[in-house]
């Protein structure tokens, strides 16, 4: 990908975010909970790209242990570190949200929060996990295994809201039986399409870091080598003799 | 308060987000940088 590219897709990802913005400030106050549903309008998205992101890192790990193919670990790599960003925004904005609606910012025996909270830690141990193996091949079939088990967890959380009872409120988007205001559902989308829009332009800054790191450890590990090759010296009978 | 609180909440997002787009930009430069020495 050129670096043109990588500028249009992020100038566009921006120009999405401040669409999303302007239609999310303009929705009428809703009716029970007035402004504050508005932050819905972040947080709904966040959760969503937090799910597919992890998705990605699940697809892109299964990948790499087919075709062994760099650039598929380094997909699931960068895709695991973006989901752990949207799944703190997620995180922090039903905070923020939960304080002035339920009148506390953390529940710990709510199912939602909890399986979210330790979905944030499973993929932050994945990322710790890349960083404490050096050799690239095993790095990469450890965390594409990890990748693969982890996901279990996604399902997990959508569906905690159903499987058990808890604060936080059960699907509202997919719900045929009360259906969102349209004026609202069009401001979720346009919201959702914008933090769309910043994965993929934060996807296309992380694999091309993660390739140029990828370059690096190579480099570096010639030079290691190189340097390591330098001190031995070829055996000497003469040498030897003249020491004795 | 509900206005404030809303601004404190889309505040969070979008620091956040531009936060982890400059460190993205920062890490490249340093790699590109090491890889030149």
Do not use: C
Request: proline share 5%; glycine share 6%; hydrophobic share 55%.
């Amino acid at each position: 990908m050129k670096q043109g590219s990588y500028r249009a897709l992020s100038v566009t990802a921006i120009v999405a975010l401040a669409v999303g913005f302007t239609f999310a400030t303009t929705v009428p106050p809703e009716r029970v909970q007035g402004e504050f549903a508005k932050i819905m309008f972040v947080h709904v998205p966040s959760a969503w790209l937090a799910f597919l992101a992890f998705g990605v890192t699940m697809v892109g790990g299964a990948i790499w242990l087919v075709t062994k193919t760099p650039i598929w670990d380094r997909v699931a790599a960068a895709s695991a570190e973006v989901g752990v960003f949207y799944t703190a925004l997620a995180l922090l904005t039903g905070m923020i949200w939960g304080y002035p609606v339920w009148g506390t910012f953390w529940d710990w025996s709510d199912a939602r929060m909890m399986s979210t909270a330790i979905m944030f830690f499973v993929y932050v141990g994945y990322l710790a996990l890349r960083r404490s193996i050096p050799d690239p091949e095993t790095r990469a079939r450890r965390s594409a295994i990890l990748g693969i088990v982890a996901f279990i967890q996604v399902p997990l959380v959508y569906f905690s809201v159903t499987l058990f009872r808890t604060l936080h409120q059960g699907p509202t988007v997919v719900r045929p039986d009360a259906p969102i205001d349209p004026e609202f559902l069009r401001a979720l989308m346009v919201n959702l399409a914008a933090f769309t829009l910043v994965y993929a332009a934060f996807m296309t800054w992380r694999t091309r870091l993660a390739r140029l790191e990828d370059e690096l450890e190579e480099t570096e590990a010639i030079a290691d080598f190189e340097l390591a090759g330098s001190g031995i010296t070829a055996p000497s009978v003469e040498e030897a003799r003249e020491d004795v | 308060m509900s206005d404030g609180w809303v601004v404190f909440g889309y505040s969070v997002v979008y620091g956040f987000m531009i936060l982890y787009a400059a460190s993205l930009v920062m890490r490249i430069r340093r790699v590109k940088r090491r890889m030149e020495e």
